[in-house]
């Protein structure tokens, strides 16, 4: 309404910006959208034309991977490991930010420079010697030998996440709790836990996605087949089929269906995660 | 550009208290009991995991080890003379450089003039955000297979830069023809091609850093600039990136960590070829130690990777970020 | 690592006197049934040298007791085609005359296969079954005490083996595998495209072969496809080369001295470079794998080229993927050209044999605790009779005595010719060295391939390998 008269200058530059937005878009959903569609097309429609629509549209590439006992086994795996996983990583870390946080004894800043040290600590360096650790515990073949490390290797950005969040709590609170005769623990349970469930729950859903899209501990951990998660499950089906490039791109496709549906509810809970950690203030 | 690894959160929590004793009863007090049961837990999970590892594969690193058996093949610094020497191992390290280098050069500007773009008023920008982070959520081995197949000889790159080739003025079909290459095939450019793709999947990320960035910046100041007379580049120059110096910086950290660290997508689309043109440091990590049976070899190479990449860390941290926080991560 | 690789090396010396009274048996089996009934009604031609068939026994076991149930985990890289079908109905045919036995099959493309098996075993957990090739990873596996030594378990029924396929996986006098298949590399080529070059006979020395690789060039064909990113395609070559200039000797001396240090060695590389520069191979090669529509088998498979050194799984895999016709078929079938095969030439001056080769075969190690019953199944797999459905699908070359002439194959005849004309066989030297070398003579052949390394530095490279090892 307040706009009379729009320069034409501010319409060109619009409409460049646009043009740029609308250009980084294609390239991002081509390649999304080609997996898609190719899930519904013939190996040899996509040999002939790797550009087009399928003619005429497959379905079964999509309906034999949900058919498939291996690829639900995989969804299964890949869920349990992932709600282990942050099932372990919310107590561990609350519980050890909280007292980094609140309380005052000596060493406290020791351990906390000891976490996070983690920060920087190249996982894949880690990865061999990790591997003979989990040999010696017998971790090798077991889910349990994936959950365990991921939930030590997330608990630094956990606890650097959590504890200025916990800091972060008027001190009036606990003196309230103490008068009213809560120790540590009820505190703990009673009024952090619930005051920071946003950063619980980006906590969470850093952890579900990390754990989902994990690719190179579970490959050397989860040596039987049956325990495979859906990130070993499609790069086995792209080297075993490699022939059949539709089955290979409607597996894949389903594969990402959780983790999408999860970026879609939890997309707010992904960035400030990502940001956080990361922008000052 | 990252893998797993998160962002770092490098700020301080506000000023640190001392971590003096206070009384029993008084705010900040629990007993030592207590405080072992709330830090135990998580101390002995990482310890046992992430630390105990590394410092183990010192022990190992000095012996020819096959993984089985006991240690007894004694080789001192063998092992670490072997892999520095080594031309694979050398290039892998060159390789991360690379990925680094490109990275700060035109991943960083890509995502910042995106983080420009979309701080504007624009409508749909919302949507336009949640599609260039989508990638970010990913894994790297679709990212690969998918990949992997556009980029295949004759597939669908081919196909789209054959047709829009030639519609450029001055850009004659042989020209577009001579152009073309199996991407992950050719030596001389299936680095820049893996690079394209990592970009393709992370620069969401830093793109969204630096629009939490941009818009903590308070609006007056361009203002001020505005009414000082300076154009919008002007006022892009001397305010806003100034003031976005912090995020960038950061930005910088996670993309030269995360090239380090590099392996799912490498993996799945190259596995480290064409000839090694594409072995990353952890990929030669998996191929030469853990693939070869060679575990003293390979615990050499972890402490190496170790050592390269805490020493970049630390020497970032120190001297580059260390403006913007006070004894930030270590 | 403290071995004694000498001398394991030396019992690995497997000179194979292949005298495998093989030769395209023709039509003579092609009635033989393949359905999963098979096993019923004793095949009519299967010679009766044998002794009972291991069913019959089977079942004598199952009658009397009732046996503790077992889950026998099996290992194979027959991913594709008929043969992935026939050790399925094998397994279940099994089960059935022996209901307390299970399988857990697990299948795998062969470079998946290695990914998998590599952390299964370092994990000190052997699969029951699972592929192996013999030669250095085999030895490693006993060093290790992965495998189990079968000598006694099989020593009534090994001897209706081929003894010279039994030989790749014997360690120390012990054997560790059961054999399945053997075989030899050598020239798959494209005939209707040699004739578009107007090449008419294939080349018997290395210079013709070079010009005949350069007349495909000119004709515009891509003359040979080779799996840059496997890297032990490429490796067939520098192999090959070897074997032909230095013979038999040259290989024992590098094994006995462990360096590839050798004039044979140098003169193999050198001559690899002329191959190099004429730039014969197909676009992208490096980055092909051997088996898929970009790999290696891809394009002959298509007729895009023209030539591929690789084994007697060849015909099968460019079958498959060409994606060509059903898996029941025989590869010759399925091709929609004629494809031939001949031996890799001899190399002017060279001190080796146009029928000696670098061959290899196909078996299944057994895990240390493997159930008995695995062993079983073993001499199940190798009867006659299943031999022969083996060999009736073409993709592999069964090593069970009589059952050679399964083999119906036509593209296999002149394999198998040239096989039985073999005094010496030597392994995939991928394979025949320890794990680290093996990868060192792949990694560094490629390299020769691409153009980064001249033969000095790629025998320095493999050397070093050898040292830490």
Same mark, same amino acid.
């Given at each position: 309404m307040a706009v009379a008269t729009i320069p034409v200058r501010r319409v060109l530059s619009r409409t460049v910006l646009y043009v740029v937005a609308l250009a980084v878009l294609a390239l991002i959903l081509v390649p999304l959208v080609y997996a898609v569609l190719g899930g519904f097309r013939t190996t040899g429609q996509i040999a002939e034309r790797p550009v087009g629509l399928p003619d005429p549209w497959i379905f079964t590439n999509y309906l034999g991977t949900l058919r498939s006992p291996a690829f639900w086994r995989q969804v299964w795996n890949s869920t349990f490991i992932a709600l282990a996983t942050t099932l372990l990583i919310l107590p561990l870390s609350s519980l050890a930010a909280f007292a980094l946080a609140r309380y005052r004894f000596r060493g406290r800043e020791a351990i906390y420079t000891f976490f996070t040290i983690g920060l920087l600590y190249p996982v894949v360096a880690a990865t061999l010697p990790l591997w003979l650790t989990l040999r010696d515990l017998d971790l090798l073949g077991n889910p349990w030998g994936v959950i365990l490390p991921q939930v030590a290797f997330g608990l630094p950005l956990s606890i650097v996440i959590l504890r200025p969040f916990f800091r972060n709590i008027p001190d009036d609170l606990e003196d309230a709790a103490i008068i009213d005769g809560c120790g540590p623990l009820r505190f703990y349970w009673h009024v952090m836990l619930p005051l920071s469930r946003p950063a619980l729950s980006t906590i969470s859903v850093l952890t579900i996605v990390g754990s989902w899209n994990a690719f190179l501990l579970p490959l050397l951990v989860l040596t039987r087949q049956d325990q495979w998660t859906l990130p070993l499950g499609v790069n086995n089906i792209s080297t075993q089929y490699g022939t059949d490039t539709a089955l290979v791109l409607a597996y894949t496709v389903l594969s990402i269906v959780p983790a999408l549906i999860l970026y879609a509810i939890a997309e707010r809970h992904i960035v400030s995660g990502v940001t956080s950690g990361a922008v000052k203030g | 550009m990252q893998t797993q690894s998160q962002p770092t959160r490098v700020s301080q929590p506000s000023a640190p208290t001392p971590?003096?004793?206070?009384?029993?009863?008084? &705010?900040?007090?629990?007993?030592? &009991?207590?405080? @072992?049961?709330?830090?135990? &837990?998580?101390?002995v999970v990482y310890g046992l995991f992430v630390i105990y590892p590394i410092v183990q594969s010192l022990r190992f690193s000095v012996y020819n080890w096959n993984g089985l058996g006991p240690l007894t093949d004694w080789v001192g610094l063998g092992n670490f003379v072997e892999a520095l020497n080594s031309p694979d191992f050398r290039a892998a390290i060159f390789h991360c450089f690379v990925i680094a280098v490109l990275s700060l050069t035109l991943q960083l500007p890509f995502a910042l003039a995106l983080a420009v773009l979309l701080n504007q008023k624009l409508a749909g920008r919302?949507?336009?955000?949640?599609?260039?982070? @989508?990638?970010? !959520?990913?894994?790297? !081995? !679709?990212?690969?297979?998918v990949w992997r197949q556009l980029l295949r000889p004759d597939g669908m790159v081919d196909r789209v830069i054959e047709t829009v080739g030639p519609l450029i003025p001055g850009v004659s079909e042989a020209a577009v023809q001579e152009f073309m290459r199996p991407w992950l095939g050719d030596p001389g450019v299936a680095l820049y091609s893996l690079f394209f793709v990592l970009t393709w999947k992370y620069f969401g990320l830093h793109m969204v850093l630096l629009l939490a960035g941009l818009q903590g910046i308070p609006s007056e100041l361009k203002e001020a600039a505005a009414i000082d007379g300076a154009g919008p580049w002007q006022a892009f120059r001397h305010v806003t990136l100034p003031l976005l110096g912090p995020t960038i910086r950061i930005s910088m950290f996670l993309m030269i960590i995360g090239s380090f660290h590099v392996f799912d997508l490498v993996w799945v689309t190259t596995r480290g070829g064409p000839v090694g043109a594409t072995q990353t440091m952890a990929t030669y990590l998996i191929d030469f130690g853990f693939g070869r049976n060679r575990f003293g070899y390979g615990g050499a190479v972890s402490i190496l990777i170790f050592a390269i990449s805490m020493v970049l860390a630390l020497f970032y941290q120190r001297f580059v970020l260390r403006r913007d926080v006070e004894g930030a991560l270590t | 690592m403290r071995r004694t690789r000498l001398t394991r090396l030396s019992a690995l010396l497997a000179v194979l006197a292949l005298v495998a009274g093989a030769c395209g048996g023709g039509g003579a089996a092609s009635d033989t049934s393949t359905t999963a009934a098979a096993e019923d009604t004793p095949s009519t031609e299967a010679p009766p040298a044998t002794e009972a068939p291991p069913a019959t026994e089977a079942d004598g076991g199952g009658d009397g007791e009732e046996r503790e149930p077992v889950?026998?985990?099996?290992?194979? /890289?027959?991913?594709? $085609?008929?043969?992935l079908e026939l050790w399925e109905t094998l397994a279940n045919e099994f089960t059935e005359m022996n209901p307390h036995v299970t399988f857990d099959i697990v299948v795998n493309e062969n470079e998946a296969f290695k990914d998998a098996i590599q952390p299964r075993l370092q994990s000190n957990d052997p699969p029951d079954l699972f592929q192996s090739w013999g030669g250095g990873d085999l030895a490693d596996q006993v060093e290790a005490g992965l495998v189990r030594d079968i000598s006694d378990e099989v020593s009534d029924w090994i001897g209706d083996l081929s003894a010279g396929a039994v030989s790749l996986f014997e360690v120390d006098g012990g054997l560790y595998a059961v054999p399945f298949d053997l075989g030899m590399v050598g020239f798959w080529y494209n005939k209707e495209l040699f004739a578009q070059a107007g090449i008419d006979a294939p080349p018997t020395t290395w210079d013709e072969f070079l010009d005949v690789v350069q007349r495909l060039k000119d004709a515009g064909i891509t003359p040979i496809?080779?799996?840059g990113q496997d890297r032990w395609p490429a490796h067939f070559y520098l192999a090959y080369l070897i074997l032909r200039i230095g013979g038999q000797e040259a290989i024992e001396e590098i094994a006995a001295n462990r360096s590839f240090d050798h004039p044979a060695v140098i003169e193999a590389g050198n001559q690899l470079q002329r191959l190099v520069e004429l730039e014969p191979f197909q676009e992208g090669f490096l980055a092909s794998t051997w088996p898929g529509p970009d790999g290696e088998a891809g394009w /002959?498979?298509?007729? *895009?080229? #023209? /030539?591929?050194?690789? =084994?007697?799984?060849?015909?099968? %895999?460019? #079958?498959n993927s060409g994606g060509h016709g059903e898996p029941d078929q025989l590869?010759?079938? *399925?091709?929609?050209?004629?494809?031939?095969?001949?031996?890799f030439p001899e190399v002017e001056g060279g001190a080796g044999?146009?029928?000696?080769? /670098?061959? =290899? $075969?196909? $078996?299944?190690?057994?895990?240390r605790d493997a159930p008995p019953e695995a062993v079983e199944f073993?001499?199940?797999?190798?009867?006659? %009779?299943?031999? *022969? *459905? #083996? $060999?009736?699908t073409g993709a592999i070359l069964p090593v069970t005595k009589g059952a050679e002439n399964s083999v119906t194959e036509p593209l296999m005849v002149p394999l198998l010719e040239s096989l039985a004309q073999s005094e010496f066989v030597q392994l995939y030297l991928d394979q025949y060295f320890p794990a680290a070398v093996g990868e060192a003579i792949n990694d560094e052949t490629v390299k020769i391939f691409a153009g980064q390394t001249t033969i000095e530095d790629a025998i320095q490279a493999i050397d070093a390998a050898f040292a830490s090892s």
């Open positions: - | 971590s003096r004793r206070p009384l029993r009863g008084a &705010p900040g007090y629990a007993s030592w &009991p207590t405080l @072992a049961v709330l830090v135990l &837990p998580a101390l919302g949507l336009f955000r949640t599609m260039f982070f @989508a990638p970010y !959520v990913l894994s790297e !081995v !679709v990212t690969g297979v | 889950t026998i985990e099996w290992w194979h /890289i027959q991913n594709q $085609g008929a043969m496809a080779v799996g /002959i498979g298509t007729g *895009r080229a #023209a /030539i591929s050194l690789m =084994g007697q799984w060849g015909p099968g %895999e460019y #079958a590869p010759s079938e *399925r091709l929609p050209f004629e494809m031939g095969w001949f031996p044999d146009l029928n000696d080769g /670098i061959g =290899g $075969g196909n $078996g299944f190690a057994v895990g073993l001499r199940y797999l190798t009867s006659v %009779e299943n031999a *022969r *459905r #083996a $060999g009736e």
